[in-house]
């Protein structure tokens, strides 16, 4: 599990990548066993992720209830799609160190680039549950854009780390962060079509 001070400790990491400060890096676990545990935040993020989707969650409930096989389906896929957005760029990663990382390079860089994703991930949930939180504020639209907005910002970390990580091969760092943004508008358009099997649009 991840304690409190790691925890901590990597979030930390990740502010001060997002002001481009390679020591960031130094704040995070990027061992095999620091990556492994930081799966974890599949875990611990699922609340945040249910608060986000909670309308469409309990329209599937409702329909399920009532005997509608839309909102067993949506259920089913919601969950599904949540596990397999983790899964799907693990395995990416994997096949981008076997196509280009050196045999012996394969496991720590494999290790360092899962771990800088998921916190990142977790540093840009809770970004976006701090929006979610002052939409009331800002107003739905501006806080719509934001989120946009943060998406990049994050994919623009992502490729700040992953330069640093790999300064000797940059055409690995860029594959990596172009292959995160387009499997992340993939699972982008599953959740759409998931929301549309029950009625609701975006």
Avoid at 8 to 15: D, I, P, Y
Avoid at 129 to 135: E, I, K
Wanted: glycine share 8%.
């Amino acid at each position: 599990m991840i304690s409190s001070a790691e925890g901590r400790s990597s979030l930390t990491g990740c502010l001060r990548l997002a002001r481009f400060d390679a020591q960031g890096l130094r704040m995070i676990d990027l061992s095999p066993a620091g990556a492994l545990r930081s799966f974890w935040l599949v875990v611990y993020l699922l609340p945040i992720v249910v608060f986000f989707d909670w309308q469409a969650l309990m329209r599937g409930v409702s329909l399920a209830q009532h005997g509608q096989n839309e909102g067993q389906l949506f259920l089913v896929g919601w969950l599904v799609t949540y596990l397999f957005g983790w899964a799907v760029f693990v395995w990416f990663a994997l096949l981008m160190m076997r196509l280009t990382a050196a045999p012996a390079l394969r496991k720590p860089a494999l290790s360092a680039v899962l771990a800088i994703n998921n916190w990142l991930d977790a540093a840009h949930a809770l970004g976006i549950l701090l929006l979610v939180l002052l939409s009331g504020i800002l107003g739905s639209e501006l806080a719509i854009l934001l989120q946009f907005c943060l998406l990049i910002y994050r994919l623009v970390i992502q490729g700040f780390a992953y330069f640093k990580v790999f300064g000797d091969n940059p055409k690995i760092a860029g594959i990596l962060v172009v292959g995160n943004f387009a499997l992340t508008l993939y699972m982008m358009q599953q959740n759409m079509e998931l929301l549309q099997l029950i009625g609701m649009t975006p």
